[in-house]
């Protein structure tokens, strides 16, 4: 539907700015509402540079495309646009791990996904569920 084009957009410019920065990524659906992308780190730059240059490209990312986008933490600040939530990057947050099960409706699963699955629209936040995850990993591993 709409909203899993909404966070697949929202997705994809994190993924081609990142590519600008000269940054890998990867992507997991959440198994909720979005998406989470990694970047390997080299060990180099401590928690607090972490966290900035995460903030940092979320704002890049918003002063980009502003109508779709925001970092607005509150539900009746966004307007009906993405949050880019950089707050699982804070100490002590916590995110869904890969294969976790979520605990909604039809049992989601966060599992690693491919950017061409979101490219061609294939894969959104909850498309892989308990059911459906020992064939995903039979299928693509």
Known sequence: G???DAVRAAALQVRDLLGELGLTSWVKTSGSKGFHI????DGQADFGEVSWFADAVAAILVERDPEHLTQAFG?????GRIYVDTGRNAYSATLAAAYAVRARPGAPVSA???????????????TFT?????SRVADVG
């Open 130 to 134: 308990l059911r459906t995850m020992a």
């Open 38 to 41: 990694v970047v390997p780190l």
């Open 112 to 126: 690693p996904c491919t950017w061409r699955e979101l490219e061609r629209r294939l894969v959104g936040p909850r």
């Open 75 to 79: 539900k009746a600040d966004r307007g």
């Open 2 to 4: 709409d909203d899993a």
